[in-house]
């Protein structure tokens, strides 16, 4: 089509002719004047699907947050404890099966250290905290406060 027009414009002798066909063509190239409204309507609908997006990536994580807990307890593997001794060097105390494992972990990798007896670990007794809601909370701050 554009082909066509071209070989009009070529072939036309006149000057106006061509400047004629040119303004027309221009015309009809002018984008579309939007109302408020409309730029509203597509602010709306962008909010929406904003919020429907956050909504789909909370629910996603909570579901694959409970499948891997699921997997982790039905595991072979624990850790027990872990020191840092550096940014990129740690020391880990792992449970693997009935055996307890030092290993040496660092950015690049994994060292096995030694093997411990059940014995000559110590397990640190883990207290349950007192769930408080976030008005209780806020009162022992401002009681430390004042």
Do not use: W
Request: charged share 25%.
């Amino acid at each position: 089509m554009l082909i066509k027009k071209m070989v009009v414009v070529l072939q036309s002798t006149s000057d106006e002719e061509i400047i004629n066909m040119i303004n027309n063509t221009t015309n009809k190239a002018m984008p579309e004047k939007h109302s408020t409204l409309d730029n509203f309507l597509q602010l709306l609908g962008l909010c929406l699907l904003l919020v429907i997006i956050l909504f789909a990536a909370y629910f996603t994580s909570r579901l694959v947050g409970k499948y891997k807990l699921g997997q982790l307890k039905n595991s072979n593997f624990e850790i027990i404890e872990v020191y840092r001794i550096s940014t990129n060097k740690m020391l880990q105390l792992v449970k693997i099966g009935s055996k307890y494992v030092v290993l040496g972990i660092s950015k690049d990798q994994i060292t096995y250290i030694t093997e411990l007896e059940e014995d000559d670990v110590l397990f640190q007794e883990i207290r349950e905290i007192d769930k408080q809601s976030f008005s209780q909370i806020l009162q022992k701050f401002k009681g430390n406060k004042e």
